[in-house]
Structure formats: C-alpha cells, structure tokens
C-alpha cells in the first residue's frame, strides 16, 4: 500500500474533524486576536491559522479580526508575519485567499467604546451577529480583566451562535491571583466557553499531537 501524500493525510484529518458532510458545518465562525500587533500573534497565531488555512483544516466560512492599540493594516500585518509563515511560491495565491479574510481595527482595551465599535465591526462581516465568536487573548495579564469585561459586556454572538474566550499568557502569577481571575471570569462566561492556556507548557504535548492520534 503506497503512503498516503501530504494533502491526502489533511483530507483525512479534515473528515474526523467535520465529518463527511461539510454542509453541516457551514456556519460561519469569527476568530478575533486581541493584541493582533504583539510578537506572540506575529510570530505564532496569524502563521498558525495560515498553516491550517493552506492545509483546508479550518472551517469553510472563516473570517479573522486583528485588534490592537496600535495604529495598522492588514497589509502591515501581512509584511509582519510573512517571514515566519514560510510561504512557497505555489502557495502564494492561497496567502492571497487567506489575508482577504483578514481585517483589523484599532481601539483601547479599557474603554467599552472601543469594543463597541469591534462589536459593529462583526456584526457586518457575514453571519453577522449569529456567527461563533473566537476571542484570543494574546495580551498580557494586566488588562485581562477589562478585556473580558468588554467583551462579555458589548461583543458576544446572539441566538445560534457560540463565543469562546482563550487566554494565551501565565493565568495569574500566583495561586490567589489565578484564583481572583477564575473568579472574575466565572461571573462573565460559563466554563466551557473559557479556555486557558500557555504554549510553553504544552509545547511537548502539541508537538506529540499525531502520534497520540
């Protein structure tokens, strides 16, 4: 039996993860990276969501929302990542694709306004409020609290669709701090739509990931 290639194996894996039927899973889904002009989203979120993007292992209606205080474009973004995206020459038109579902805003993490305009901003991208929303805290733990405030307060998806809150950074930098935290979040969001996590301590695990499959 010849070895499967390469987008044979994705193929695969994109069945276990939506099944055969791909119309079932084709409601739109909004991934927003708050702290979009930081290292952590330069570096590893816009180059991972591009690698499972050119490898058909995202969903088909996928649209991706930069935020950030600083003062940039998709395009800026786009310059920013590209040396640790490792774009082929065939792929160019697929990179193409995947920063056309891109947009970005800039605003305060500590002022509601801001959000309020992100919210709008959602709102007209298509599925609109009902899409499932993705919220990727890349940001440091200081504004954590006025962040998901914001976001519990003036951004969460209506009706059909689901909201997810990731936290990327050190949850707290104590035991009673981690505590305070859960506890602040757990009066904002249930707990299966928080998700906490730190990419140095399941680098192992991740990069385990297909041979436990």
Same mark, same amino acid.
């Given at each position: 039996? /010849?070895?499967?290639?390469?987008?044979?194996?994705?193929?695969?894996?994109?069945?276990?993860?939506? #099944?055969?039927?791909?119309?079932?899973?084709?409601?739109?889904?909004?991934?927003? =990276?708050?702290?979009?002009? #930081?290292?952590?989203?330069?570096?590893?979120?816009?180059?991972?969501?591009?690698?499972?993007?050119?490898? #058909?292992?995202?969903?088909?209606?996928?649209?991706?929302?930069?935020?950030?205080?600083?003062?940039?474009?998709? /395009?800026?973004?786009?310059?920013?990542?590209?040396?640790?995206?490792?774009?082929?020459?065939? /792929?160019?038109?697929?990179?193409?694709?995947?920063?056309?579902?891109?947009? !970005?805003?800039?605003?305060?993490?500590?002022?509601?306004?801001?959000?309020?305009?992100?919210?709008?901003?959602?709102?007209?991208?298509?599925? #609109?409020?009902?899409?499932?929303?993705?919220? !990727?805290?890349?940001?440091?733990?200081?504004? !954590?609290?006025?962040?998901?405030?914001? =976001?519990?307060?003036?951004?969460?998806?209506?009706?059909?669709?689901?909201?997810?809150?990731?936290?990327?950074?050190?949850?707290?930098?104590?035991?009673?701090?981690?505590?305070?935290?859960?506890?602040?979040?757990?009066?904002?969001?249930?707990?299966?739509? =928080?998700?906490?996590?730190?990419? !140095?301590?399941?680098?192992?695990?991740?990069?385990?990931?297909?041979?436990?499959?």
């Amino acid at each position: 039996m /010849e070895p499967l290639t390469r987008s044979e194996v994705f193929g695969e894996l994109r069945k276990e993860l939506y #099944g055969d039927k791909q119309s079932s899973h084709s409601s739109t889904h909004t991934f927003i =990276i708050l702290g979009a002009s #930081g290292d952590l989203a330069k570096k590893k979120i816009y180059p991972t969501l591009w690698w499972l993007f050119k490898d #058909g292992l995202l969903p088909e209606d996928i649209y991706i929302v930069g935020f950030a205080r600083s003062d940039l474009t998709v /395009e800026k973004i786009k310059a920013a990542c590209l040396p640790h995206m490792k774009v082929t020459e065939e /792929e160019l038109d697929s990179l193409s694709a995947f920063f056309k579902r891109n947009s !970005y805003l800039s605003g305060r993490y500590d002022v509601g306004s801001s959000f309020e305009r992100l919210n709008s901003h959602l709102s007209f991208l298509p599925g #609109g409020e009902t899409a499932n929303r993705l919220f !990727y805290l890349a940001l440091p733990p200081t504004v !954590y609290h006025h962040v998901s405030t914001n =976001i519990r307060n003036h951004c969460m998806s209506c009706n059909r669709g689901w909201n997810r809150v990731i936290f990327e950074k050190p949850f707290g930098h104590d035991l009673q701090s981690s505590q305070e935290l859960s506890a602040h979040l757990s009066n904002l969001f249930k707990e299966d739509q =928080i998700y906490r996590i730190d990419h !140095y301590l399941g680098k192992e695990m991740v990069q385990n990931l297909m041979v436990l499959r």
